[in-house]
């Protein structure tokens, strides 16, 4: 079993960033539950939650995260950006952790759209790392759906992003085998130390103190966008997206500057999607 986290180390990695409050439990329900809680109650950007295990861990479009306690780092922090980059919060995220996991292992990750790092094992095909959820806290009356009322952009908006991210295979389901893999299995630099939560939590939290301003910045987002697309296991692949009521298959093109992805379909219109979950579709042979 792995040893009491150590969140001191943590704390004096991220002096000097936003992140100026982490704190860490052994078990909650969700720690982005907790951090909008904590939201609602006044709490201030920058607080990040740490736990060894979630009893009702939760993913994207309803579904549950199960966790071995432990061997999973569960992160999440609070951040209250403008209602106008809302959207963009989750892309540094991802992109922050994306350079996390090279920093600690020395293996760069690919972000699977939306929101999913990937990795291979020895040239197998894609597993999933570590997912990302972004939950906002819109204000009653806001019309979300037709763009944020002009002259208000610039409300800040608490939005909590919760991070599940396999550091060790050990205890992992024998069914989960084939679609996840943990740090621990991928093929660093000889005689590079084992990877642990605190590492990877330090250097996620470190990076995104310097993407996420890229996220707020209208003069910035380029940068930012071109850092995912130069990670993305997406683009240039031929996907199917299950929208709910029916498949779409194509070749992803690109992400419009809000993240939608453009999938252009077999008889060559081009879609745009907010939602949808994204299957890769190998090439036969």
């Known amino acids: 079993m792995p040893g009491p986290f150590a969140l001191d180390r943590v704390r004096e990695a991220v002096v000097g960033t936003r992140f100026a409050t982490v704190d860490h439990v052994v078990e909650t329900g969700s720690t982005n539950a907790d951090l909008l809680a904590a939201a609602a109650d006044g709490d201030g950007e920058g607080r990040v939650l740490v736990a060894d295990h979630q009893t009702a861990g939760r993913g994207r479009r309803g579904r549950t995260w199960d966790d071995v306690p432990g061997r999973t780092l569960l992160v999440s922090v609070l951040l209250r950006p403008p209602a106008a980059s809302v959207d963009l919060v989750t892309t540094a995220v991802a992109v922050a952790a994306a350079e996390a996991v090279e920093a600690v292992v020395g293996v760069a990750p690919s972000i699977k759209w939306p929101n999913d790092l990937v990795a291979s094992v020895d040239g197998g095909p894609e597993r999933k790392l570590a997912g990302i959820l972004a939950e906002a806290s819109w204000p009653p009356g806001a019309d979300i759906a037709s763009g944020w009322p002009r002259g208000r952009e610039r409300t800040r908006v608490p939005v909590v992003v919760g991070m599940g991210l396999n550091v060790s295979a050990d205890g992992r389901a024998e069914e989960l085998d084939p679609i996840a893999v943990a740090l621990d299995e991928l093929t ?36 930012l966008w071109a850092a995912w697309r130069d990670r993305s296991a997406t683009l240039g692949r031929r996907v199917r997206v299950d929208l709910g009521v029916d498949d779409l298959t194509g070749t992803a093109v690109d992400v419009t500057d809000g993240g939608q992805l453009v999938v252009r379909t077999d008889e060559g219109v081009d879609r745009v999607l907010a939602v949808g979950d994204v299957t890769h579709v190998r090439a036969a042979g």
């Open 188 to 223: 660093g630099p000889a005689g590079a130390p084992a990877p642990t939560r605190e590492a990877v939590v330090a250097a996620w939290l470190v990076a995104l103190d310097r993407w996420y301003p890229a996220a707020l910045d209208d003069d910035d987002r380029d940068r």
